[in-house]
């Protein structure tokens, strides 16, 4: 798991609009870089309308979001639309950006062993430095803590 001033590593994917950019840090104060396992799983619904209903406080503290699992891009739109989210998913299909944030690997489920996302979250700064890491994060409340979070750190 990368810690608070860990350098954070670049992020060059294709969003859910099959554009592929770099996530830039510095556009924003911070930048919230979620990951989750599946688009359109209770879980991760209710992770993502979590950041879509605080949506206006991620905007008002200059504070970007982007939500990044291991979904083909043709599953990303779908669920962005049907939740009306207001940030970018990513595709990381071969995991290698979740990799770099110690976000992917080997997982269990109904006694079956895979590769898959791991539910971790980073804040990082405009400088590109994680100032906050979650590890295995409950989705329900998870963007309200973020911003009392952000707020703590910045006084």
């Not at 990951?35 to 359109?40: G, H, I, M, T, V």
């Not at 799983?41 to 504070?63: K, N, Q, Y």
């Not at 970007?64 to 962005?80: C, K, M, Q, R, T």
């Not at 409340?141 to 009392?148: C, N, P, Y």
Request: include cysteine; charge should be negative; proline fraction near 7%.
């Amino acid at each position: 798991m990368l810690q608070p001033g860990d350098p954070a590593p670049d992020i060059a994917l294709s969003d859910h609009r099959d554009v592929e950019t770099a996530v830039d840090p510095s556009a924003a104060r911070y930048t919230v870089v979620y990951f989750y396992p599946r688009a359109d799983t209770p879980g991760c619904t209710t992770e993502a309308c979590g950041f879509r209903d605080e949506w206006t406080a991620f905007e008002g503290a200059d504070v970007a979001v982007v939500g990044i699992s291991d979904d083909p891009v043709e599953d990303l739109a779908p669920f962005a639309e049907a939740y009306d989210l207001p940030f970018t998913l990513r595709s990381d299909p071969d995991g290698a950006v979740a990799s770099a944030y110690d976000s992917y690997g080997e997982k269990q489920l109904f006694g079956n062993t895979f590769d898959g996302v791991f539910r971790n979250t980073y804040v990082i700064d405009a400088d590109g430095t994680v100032a906050l890491a979650y590890e295995g994060v409950s989705p329900d409340g998870h963007a309200s803590e973020i911003l009392d979070d952000i707020e703590s750190i910045d006084g």
